[in-house]
């Protein structure tokens, strides 16, 4: 044969590879940033760089859908490079952005302004969300030319108290999103629900931790994963459910999925492996909204993630200052804590221990989130013509979580003195090593791209479109000629 002699930018040599369904030990050779080949090492083009994997697994890189890098706003708590960095460490190639920096991503300029800054900083490729809100309902074909993954919708208050809008502008936001097809991920806690508790709490003087949970029961987010669901139903929008909390809203999830909404959901470590029981010990540490729930709703949550009820893993990383996170009075505390770098490492001991698969972990962690935001196959998976981002991961490490030691500002997390069992050793975006040794690549800082540009989303089914507010208001609709 007359093949010309292909030189890779490199090989990787010895590893075990994990796919959505099996693990497989082949060399992988990388060109130009993408996925050249994969097969025996024999079969490997020449490269210019060779890396030894032998002894670790080579994932497809982490999606972290929902992390907070505060990037323009607040410095003191992260910023897009100590944000990216620290997904650099944790094995997560693409993050996308929550839209509650100041000012709140809502309009062409403040998005193009955090463009800028993301990659002029980034270290991985992101997706960059905007607020869906009362006031930026008409900036909705403005923020989709600007370039955004998707659209955030606040039902509740939380960290920016961003406004949430009204059941009735949340149906015509619906409405105007819908036929564009892009996916809108949804703080999804009732909000009148838990202000009218969190009110008569404070009224009585509790400032204990635990009333932060008790002003936010999981009815809170229940109804409002109903609600939110029903809306999609009737108008074909595609919605996602951020920080599943709670057994309780399983249901109106599943119950939604099998009438056929696009509705996908995500839960996060907290969810998992904290509870209740943390509070008093953690105190203002564990305030994260939705709450870390009574014990009970792990199981469930777990098993929900492996039938595939709950589709992917998210962090929801949340960094705020160490002062933001201790002070006494729990209604005082900014609520969050940072993520994105412990995920991997916790998840891939969790699923050793509850005797789940490497395969199911790159479900949860890279295929769904891709599919779900119409990025695969380009990211999400190890095939040929995908995007090389990988996490080299050593699973059979034991070591214990230090927040001294984290790359995120916000150096104060509930993971602190956790034990794991795995820890990713580099990170590669686009066959560029992000982190390489347990090292930051300085030279990778800038190297990470919007991802909007690859998004695929399918035509959306929609619903009931004669009846919209733009339908029913009309002139030659309203006009009794
Ligand atoms: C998030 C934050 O700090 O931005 N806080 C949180 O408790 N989860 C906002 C959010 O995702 O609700
Ligand atoms: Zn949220």
Redesign the pocket.
Known sequence: MTTPDIIADLVIHGGTIVSPDTEYKASIAIKGGTILAIGGRTAMPKAVDYLDATGLHILPGAIDV?V?F?DPGYPQKEDFASGTAAAAFGGVTTVFD?P?TLPAISDAKSLADKHAIASAKAHVDYGLYAVLGEDSLANVDELIEGGIIGFKL?MGN???RIPSPTTGAMLEAFEIVAPTGKRISL?AETNSIMERREARLRQMGRTDPLAHLAARPAVVATEAVARAAILAEWTGARIHV??ISSAAELRPLAEAKARGVDITGETCPQYLLLSSDDYEAMRGVI????PVREAENQDPIWRALVDGTIDMIAT?H???APEEKTREDIWTV???FPGVETQMPLMLTEIARRKASLSDYVRWSAENPAKAWGLFPKKGTLMVGSDADIAIVDTDLQWTINDAAIQSRAKISPWHGMKATALPVHTIVRGRFAMKDRRLQDDARGWGRSVHAIQAMPPAELRNTDQTMAAVTSPRRSSVA
């Open positions: 929902h907070h505060r929550m509650n606040y939380t960290f920016g703080h951020l920080h305030r994260v909204n939705p929801d949340a960094p705020h900014d609520c969050g």
